[in-house]
């Protein structure tokens, strides 16, 4: 069974910095880009960014491009999402997604939320 | 950016079909997904590569995309099938959400 459980959420305040992680298991970890989307409280979905299997090609979306950073650990099958310069627009829930490969996400986490206050 | 709209809201009565519109540019050229989603809840796919199914959706639900417009419809709505709605489609280096539809069966 696919599974992707992320953790690593909390309250920052505006400015600060923390680290997402997203464990996946149940599938050859290393075949597969991940992305990161998030959910405003009340809003809609936001694509994130982006890694392809091997995490040599990254993608962002501008409203995170320099603050934010993706990697993957393919030998501990571990997405993360690195957050810096943080701000109250940032507050979200964070869902790591599996990419298909064919232009859709086929299994989804449980979310983790970030808390931006002072 | 690549941006895609939705209508906020849609109504539909238990039973009859409900449809929620997709709206980009050339978006029929591009491959779109929906995914439905409930209060509390991560994201779930509905329709993939523009009008398939994955296992385990019911036939009620089925998707077009041409032109400018992809459509997902819901036949024979039943309550279980309120909740948010969101298409998807990739560009070449993100892979941008509509504003998502609420979809109300009442």
């Known amino acids: 069974e696919v599974q992707l459980v992320e953790s690593g959420g909390g309250l920052v305040p505006p400015g600060g910095s923390l680290r997402l992680s997203c464990a996946a298991s149940g599938f050859i970890f290393s075949n597969y880009a991940l992305h990161w989307v998030r959910q405003a409280p009340g809003k809609g979905l936001e694509y994130v960014s982006a890694i392809n299997s091997n995490g040599d090609r990254t993608y962002y979306a501008n409203s995170v491009k320099g603050r934010f950073t993706i990697s993957r650990d393919n030998s501990k099958n571990t997405l993360y999402l690195q957050m810096g310069s943080l701000r109250t627009e940032d507050m979200a829930v964070y869902y790591c997604?599996?990419?298909?490969?064919?232009?859709?996400?086929?299994?989804w986490g449980q979310g983790t939320l970030v808390t931006v206050s002072s | 950016s690549y941006e895609l709209t939705q209508p906020p809201s849609v109504s539909v009565s238990p039973g009859q079909t409900a449809s929620i519109t997709c709206s980009g540019d050339?978006?029929?050229?591009?491959?779109a997904s929906w995914y439905q989603q409930k209060p509390g809840q991560s994201p779930v796919l509905v329709i993939y590569q523009d009008n398939k199914r994955p296992s385990g959706i019911p036939e009620r639900f089925s998707g077009s995309n041409s032109g400018n417009t992809a459509t997902l419809t819901i036949s024979g709505t039943q309550a279980v099938d309120e909740a948010d709605y969101y298409c998807?489609?990739?560009?070449?280096?993100?892979?941008?959400f509509g504003g998502g539809t609420k979809l109300t069966v009442l």
């Open positions: 998807q489609a990739w560009d070449s280096r993100s892979a941008p």
């Open positions: 050339k978006l029929g050229d591009k491959y």
């Open positions: 997604a599996r990419d298909s490969s064919f232009y859709y996400y086929d299994y």
